[in-house]
């Protein structure tokens, strides 16, 4: 991956919908190369996919919680990591390190909502008990650094 990639990729993560020619203009190169380096991107598995950002509250998910999974010893982190797949309400899902074994990202409508979703965690086979924060409000999400930033 070059320094084009890279502009590429930052265009890309901060406005998905560019054009071809938008892209090719910011980094001064013609459409079909563009066109070219973002499929090797995606054939490569760099770039793993596209989404519209959305206002959960919005769309009727106006409590967000991370809930941290302690895993109970004799268990399974798989077969867990499936049935946490499973839960629509589950909208990421990490394997950490430390006390808990998965950190997530769960947004529902409302508390009661959220209290049911607690209790289909804790009948997971495999799951010891949760560890729930709510979030009170969002300052930033999903904010991308640019990748030509020096590490």
């Not at 892209?23 to 596209?50: C, F, M, N, Q």
């Not at 967000?64 to 589950?90: C, F, K």
Request: charged share 25%; with cysteine.
């Amino acid at each position: 991956m070059d320094e084009i990639d890279r502009r590429l990729l930052d265009t890309l993560r901060s406005s998905g919908r560019e054009t071809y020619a938008e892209l090719a203009r910011r980094v001064g190169l013609s459409a079909p190369a563009v066109h070219d380096r973002v499929g090797k991107l995606e054939a490569s598995g760099v770039i793993t996919g596209y989404h519209a950002a959305v206002d959960t509250t919005a769309i009727g998910l106006g409590v967000t919680a991370l809930i941290g999974v302690l895993q109970a010893e004799s268990s399974e982190q798989d077969e867990i990591a499936d049935a946490l797949h499973r839960l629509p309400e589950v909208e990421s899902c990490w394997f950490v390190a430390g006390e808990e074994s998965f950190l997530l990202l769960v947004r529902v409508p409302d508390v009661a909502a959220l209290e049911h979703t607690i209790g289909r965690l804790n009948r997971i086979n495999g799951v010891a008990r949760t560890r729930t924060t709510v979030v009170l409000s969002t300052k930033w999400e999903g904010r991308a650094r640019p990748l030509d930033e020096p590490r």
